[in-house]
């Protein structure tokens, strides 16, 4: 027996910011989808063959990955961030089968990932899920509470656990393809609920909001405060490159949570960081209070440093404060790694790259890079990079 069904998604629309973002639908119809998407089993007219009767049709969501290109830590402080969606992600085909499990595959990983529909946000159980992205799924499921159960096939182009927001491109393209629906702000906090019962890491709302709110061309900034966005156009001859840095990074190892605890033990003096300013922040008595809370101050004002270059097309000023803010993350806020250091180092000593910093929260994963056109070649790095591009929001098209 099913349990009662909650539709998630239905929420007071926020203010919009200027350039809008939040308002539209987070998904939109397309067509029939390319072949290669099809769940297996699938014919070419549509129609699953490989699973028995009553079959509901198969959907086919993709949600992109991110790239935070400044403001990092500042989510959760109620600061700014300029984030874009990526031309990598992740997709998802589901085909509904009636029944009371929800199994998924993943190319390349172990699994299948079996969840019954029943399934609870309870964390300490989802914690004990094997395989370990099944707890993902797992608590994907208990936020979206589908329906039915079924099949679905993962497909990813994203490093994971690399700083590019695959654990939130997976929430989001599964949660659109087991039929939540909902504004772009409302599909982030449903996904960013699952994240936090899954992982037991208090992320902030950047990722699940950055891929579905972005749109093509554009960065997205936001204010977390007020929760409103706006799309920051990307002159044309900006270039974004992400490195990886080599070195693994998984958020529940790393210091994220302290971090964390640290701007809320300063905020209880000075109120949300995100809203203080660098003179304020710099007299906080505690020595590492006040450089938390430095960080925060210092990189909000490089945000908005940032978006006003981009939109006077002057990229060099951008890039000088990505430097910078790698600078403050490294020695403010303590999060970054000598090996993140190096390739920054090695990066800003490139001609034609105009700044680089750490992204991603840190401690190990990718670094992202704003570069003149052509100045660095991924292909020749030692380490996998990727020339990104600022891509839209996740969308599901019905398959079949
Ligand atoms: P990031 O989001 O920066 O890539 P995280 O540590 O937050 O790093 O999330 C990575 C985790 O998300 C992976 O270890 C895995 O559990 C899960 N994940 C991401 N993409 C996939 C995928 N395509 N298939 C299965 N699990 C995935
Ligand atoms: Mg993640």
Redesign the pocket.
């Known amino acids: 027996m099913v349990a009662a069904r909650r539709r998630q998604g239905q929420t007071t629309r926020r203010p919009r910011g200027r350039g809008g973002g939040l308002e539209g639908p987070v998904w939109q119809a397309r067509g029939v989808d390319e072949e290669r998407e099809r769940p297996p089993g699938s014919t070419a007219a549509g129609g699953p063959e490989a699973w028995a009767a009553p079959a509901g049709r198969p959907v086919l969501a993709r949600s992109p ?1 991110r790239v935070n290109l400044i403001g990092d830590h500042t989510d959760y402080n109620d600061g700014l961030a300029l984030p874009m969606a990526i031309d990598l992600g ?1 997709s998802v085909t589901f085909v509904p089968d009636g029944g009371d499990r929800v199994v998924v595959h ?4 172990a ?1 299948p ?1 079996e969840v019954d529909l029943e399934v609870g946000l309870d964390p300490h159980r989802l914690r004990t899920l094997e ?3 099944a ?3 797992a608590a994907v499921v208990a936020t979206v509470r589908p329906d039915h159960g079924g099949r679905g096939w ?3 182009t ?13 929430e989001v393209a599964l949660a659109l393809a087991l039929g939540l629906r909902g504004e772009p702000l409302s599909v982030a906090r449903t996904c960013q609920r699952a ?1 936090h019962a ?2 037991g ?1 208090p ?1 902030g709302l950047m ?1 699940q909001l950055t891929v579905t709110a972005s749109r093509p061309g554009h960065a997205l900034l936001v204010d977390f405060a007020r929760l409103t966005t706006a799309d920051v156009a990307l002159p044309e001859h900006a270039e974004v490159v992400v490195v990886h840095s080599g070195e693994a ?4 190892a790393s210091a994220y949570a302290a971090r964390r605890a640290e701007c809320e033990a300063a905020a209880r003096g000075l109120g949300p960081l995100g809203a203080v300013d660098a003179t304020t922040a710099g007299a906080v008595t505690d020595p590492v209070l006040r450089r938390r809370a430095r960080h925060v101050a210092s990189e909000c004002e490089r945000v908005r440093a940032v978006a006003a270059a981009f939109g006077a097309g002057d990229l060099a000023a951008a890039g000088a404060c990505m430097t910078e803010s790698h600078r403050s993350l490294a020695e403010d806020f303590e999060v970054s790694t000598p090996t993140l250091d190096a390739l920054v180092g090695w990066l800003v000593r490139r001609p034609g790259v105009l700044g680089a910093r750490l992204t ?2 840190g401690f190990g ?1 990718c670094v992202v890079a704003l570069t003149e056109p052509g100045a660095l070649d991924p292909a020749a790095l030692p380490t996998p990079a990727w020339r990104v591009r600022a891509a839209g929001g996740a969308r599901v098209a019905a398959v079949g």
Do not use: I, M, N
Not at 106 to 109: E, F, H, L, V
Not at 158 to 170: K, Q, R, T, V
Not at 249 to 252: K, N, P, V
């Open positions: 990955g992740t993943s190319q390349g990983r699994g990932a395989p370990a992205w707890r993902y799924v993962v497909r990813s994203l490093p994971a656990g690399a700083g590019l927001s695959s654990s939130a491109a997976l994240e899954a992982t890491v992320t990722d990074r998984t958020l529940e991603g929260a994963g």
